[in-house]
């Protein structure tokens, strides 16, 4: 199993980001994926999933703001994050099952 995340970046409080995780050694399309995030100081919070049905759920605190997606022929899944506030500022990681990538970092902040 391989996530590869990119897309973190600085970004303005209300401005947008688009994170993506490459992925490879699975079956992507069959595959209920994740999205977490880990906050300085603080612990691992769920974010959001997809299901192999293509349902999602989203945290209360992201809810409105991020959606997550996915492009089954490239293997990839994606979070778009939008309106993002200081409080988003984390390290921002895909998962599957009990396999994670490397992360990618988001700072929100002027």
């Known amino acids: 199993v391989q996530l590869v995340e990119s897309g973190g970046g600085l970004v303005q409080p209300g401005g947008s980001l688009r994170l993506s995780c490459a992925t490879s050694?699975?079956?992507?399309?069959?595959?209920?994926m994740s999205w977490a995030r880990q906050a300085p100081g603080k612990g691992v919070e769920w974010v959001s999933t997809?299901?192999?049905?293509?349902?999602?759920t989203y945290a209360s605190s992201v809810k409105g703001r991020f959606t997550i997606s996915r492009d089954i022929a490239k293997n990839t899944l994606y979070l778009n994050l939008s309106s993002l506030k200081p409080e988003d500022t984390a390290v921002y990681y895909c998962?599957?099952?009990?396999?994670r990538g490397q992360g990618t970092q988001v700072t929100v902040s002027a």
């Open positions: 998962r599957f099952g009990s396999s």
């Open positions: 050694g699975f079956a992507f399309s069959v595959s209920a």
């Open positions: 997809i299901l192999s049905t293509g349902v999602t």
